[in-house]
């Protein structure tokens, strides 16, 4: 009964480099969302993800960003051209159809 | 934005039962309320959730008011390791999905400071 899990935890990219972030859910989970959460701030919602559909981008940013999730694999959430205020802890969950969603450990992007 | 009011912080004993209150006046006949909690800088857990009727599991219990307007969500015995930022959120339903997607909307929640 493996949880969401988020690779990499620790991600340091220089300005302007390209951060691709990876989420699995957990076995049975056909629902993915990303969640933003700056220094000394709240969660944000991002984006929420089915398989191969994008059912709410209301929280992505207009430009850089970009998300998916494949019928194979995980699901990705990329960042064009890093500035140094992309720096946040990136959460992903996923829950089964409409129930509740469980969080991974996060992934640490900082940079520089 | 976050359709509930939270305090900012709380402090109890370690031992104590931990007490954590939660307004949600605006809330939809439909609508869950959900607690997580997020220790340190780790993902969120979720705990609890509720829709009319009180609920229990082995983290924790989760009170509704009648009218659903507040809920508590309560720690019988805290521990130092129960010391994090706890977050009640109703739970949206996504405008066109006919009730069938959803999202969280994270507010500021409640430290909850166990003290030895």
């Known amino acids: 009964n493996a949880g969401v899990m988020q690779n990499p935890r620790h991600l340091v990219r220089r300005r302007g480099q390209e951060a691709r972030l990876r989420c699995s859910p957990m076995k049975g989970h056909s629902h993915v969302y990303w969640y933003r959460q700056l220094p000394e701030e709240g969660l944000k919602f991002m984006v929420y993800?089915?398989?191969?559909?994008?059912?709410?981008e209301s929280g992505m940013p207009k430009e850089r960003f970009s998300a998916e999730f494949p019928k194979e694999g995980p699901s990705i959430l990329r960042i064009q051209q890093v500035v140094r205020g992309d720096s946040a802890a990136y959460f992903c969950?996923?829950?089964?159809?409409?129930?509740?969603?469980?969080f991974g450990p996060g992934t640490r992007l900082t940079v520089l | 934005d976050a359709k509930t009011t939270q305090p900012p912080s709380m402090d109890c004993a370690e031992g104590r039962a931990a007490n954590l209150p939660c307004n949600h006046s605006?809330?939809?006949?439909?609508?869950?309320v959900y607690w997580y909690r997020q220790i340190h800088s780790q993902g969120p857990q979720y705990i609890i959730h509720g829709l009319k009727n009180n609920e229990t599991n082995e983290m924790a219990s989760l009170i509704i008011t009648e009218d659903r307007k507040s809920s508590t969500l309560i720690l019988p015995h805290a521990t130092l390791r129960d010391t994090a930022v706890y977050y009640c959120?109703?739970?949206?339903?996504?405008?066109?999905?006919?009730?069938?997607?959803?999202?969280?909307?994270f507010g500021k929640g409640t430290l909850l400071t166990v003290n030895p």
């Open positions: 993800l089915q398989k191969e559909n994008i059912i709410d």
């Open positions: 969950a996923s829950s089964p159809v409409t129930d509740t969603q469980y």
């Open positions: 959120i109703v739970r949206v339903a996504l405008l066109g999905s006919g009730g069938s997607n959803y999202k969280l909307t």
């Open positions: 605006t809330i939809s006949g439909n609508e869950y």
